[in-house]
Each structure stands twice: as C-alpha cells, then as structure tokens.
C-alpha cells in the first residue's frame, strides 16, 4: 500500500465582517405538501417549490452543493429528485431522497427541502419556503402565493 504524504498548510483567519465578498457554505429550507400521490402531483408540487426557492433566493444551480428532499411516508410515486434533475442547470447538482420520519399526528402528503450553497450572503438574507398546508409548519416563513 502506498503511503500518503500530506502537505503542511497555513491557514490565514479573516474576519468576515471585514470581508463582504467572503462566500460560504449556507442551508435554506423549503416544504410543500401535495393533494395526492400521483407522480404529476408531486412533480408540480416539487417545480412549484423550487421555482418559488429559485425566485425568492436568486438561486443559481452552480452554487449548489447538495440537496436533500424528505418526503413522508405516503409519498413513493416518483422521487422528489427525479423530478429536479430535469430542471435547467441541475442535471449535475447532487440530490438526494429520504424518508421523513413517521411522527403520529404530522402533516402527511410533505415533501421537505435542504438546500446546501454557496452565496456570499448571510444565513438570515436566505429567504426560507413554506407553501400549501405546509405553511403550518413554520407559519413564520409561510410564503403566500
């Protein structure tokens, strides 16, 4: 086995409010909720969310590192990401589905979204979604359309 040589680096710390131009690695969240599980419903759903996330946030898909959908369990026709891999620009962002826990009494027919980027902006000038009966989830956010 080889072994691995590892280059000694020295790092400079900057102090970012004298640094406005400083790019970091930012969340921003969205939900939605779709009337059944049917793959239109929740393709419509999915693109109504994102579009809204997109607008709100001036997204770009070059600045996505990641993102993570969450549906509950009575969502499995399609797969949130599916559907945003056909978006323009996010063919090689990388996206990923998982299963929202099962809470008695939570809101179902919920899709969630976790959205890694890089933005010079900061944390509280993201613009978080919440839309349809997922606005109950965090009624504070709630972006009325």
């Not at 020295?10 to 004298?18: A, D, E, G, I, K």
Request: hydrophobic share 45%; proline share 6%.
């Amino acid at each position: 086995m080889d072994k691995l040589t590892f280059a000694t680096h020295t790092y400079q710390q900057t102090n970012v409010s004298q640094t406005p131009e400083v790019w970091r690695v930012r969340a921003l969240r969205g939900a939605t909720t779709v009337s059944q599980n049917t793959k239109e419903a929740i393709a419509e759903a999915v693109d109504e969310l994102l579009d809204a996330l997109e607008t709100n946030n001036l997204l770009n898909p070059t600045e996505i590192v990641s993102v993570i959908f969450s549906a509950t369990p009575d969502l499995d026709a399609i797969f949130p990401a599916t559907v945003a891999r056909r978006r323009p620009g996010w063919e090689q962002v990388l996206l990923l589905d998982v299963q929202q826990m099962q809470v008695v009494g939570s809101l179902e027919k919920c899709i969630r979204v976790l959205i890694h980027l890089n933005t010079p902006l900061p944390q509280n000038a993201l613009r978080c979604v919440y839309l349809r009966r997922a606005a109950q989830l965090r009624p504070d956010l709630a972006l009325v359309l």
